[in-house]
């Protein structure tokens, strides 16, 4: 159980601070939404993956080679994993693109409890960085 603090005593940083972390940390997985995520995780099998330093963890990533044509990132939204994003692989491989589909930091298989822009932002450097 979580002991919330008392507003009248907390200080307007602390309580910012504490709101922004509250904000920024997904909520975990449903267990129906949990088993929907092992069912398209599975297309994942197809690609190479990718496990990117980032900030004292690593990021996970997966690469789906095509023909060379340009590349193409995918990104999940909120709670969301690279997995999620996989419906879309096919007919762009198949268009000659290479995929990357990232995990943000706290989600799918990334290190990490949080995320907020700027930390995407980051992780989307360190995936550049490594992928090109």
């Known amino acids: 159980m979580t002991v919330q603090p008392d507003a009248a005593t907390e200080s307007p940083k602390a309580q910012a601070d504490r709101l922004f972390e509250l904000f920024c940390t997904p909520e975990p997985l449903s ?11 599975e297309r994942l099998s ?17 690469r ?7 590349t193409v990132v995918l990104l ?7 997995a999620v994003m996989t419906f879309f692989v ?9 995929v990357v589909a ?15 822009v ?8 360190a995936l550049h960085a490594v992928t090109g």
């Open 90 to 98: 096919e007919s762009l491989v198949s268009e000659g693109f290479d």
């Open 31 to 41: 267990e129906a939404a949990q088993k929907g995520m092992t069912r398209v995780a």
């Open 64 to 70: 789906f080679a095509g023909s060379g044509r340009g």
């Open 76 to 82: 999940h939204g909120w709670t969301g994993q690279a």
């Open 118 to 125: 700027a930390l995407g932002v980051a992780a989307l450097h």
């Open 46 to 62: 197809a690609a190479e993956p990718l496990r990117i330093p980032f900030q004292g963890g690593e990021l996970q990533a997966y």
């Open 102 to 116: 990232l995990d943000f930091p706290g989600h799918g298989r990334s290190d990490g409890e949080s995320l907020h």
